[in-house]
Nanobody
């Protein structure tokens, strides 16, 4: 079983930065895609960014291009969020899709999920 735990959320002013962490335990992340999703009140869950175990990454949302980056060090995946906007306010989740290098935007493809971390962008 793979366990995922997010951290790093909080309250930040518009234009500020946050770095979210997703730490995996319980099994190897070999041949596994880790993606960040977010869910804002009243909106559909949205894929944000993903990274596979070969180091390939893909932006899943046009709204974060040029502002967010993703990286991975051992069993932790980081989502660096810069130039934050109020519309980035959401609960952020990391999820694992085991046995693939393909980044899917479909939440149903993912096998494991973390509990989420809240990001609030407000002045």
């Amino acid at each position: 079983q793979l366990q995922l735990k997010e951290s790093g959320g909080g309250l930040v002013q518009p234009g500020g930065s946050l770095r979210l962490s997703c730490t995996a335990s319980g099994r190897s992340l070999d041949h596994t895609v880790i993606s960040w999703f977010r869910k804002a009140p009243g909106k559909e869950r949205e894929g944000v960014f993903c990274i596979n175990s070969a180091g390939g990454s893909l932006t899943l949302s046009d709204s974060v291009k040029g502002r967010f980056t993703i990286s991975r060090v051992k069993n932790t995946v980081y989502l660096q969020m810069n130039s934050l906007k109020p519309e980035d306010t959401a609960e952020y989740y990391c999820a694992a899709d085991v046995g693939t290098y393909y980044c899917s935007t479909e939440a149903g493809e993912y096998d494991y999920w973390g509990q989420g971390t809240q990001v609030t962008v407000s002045s």
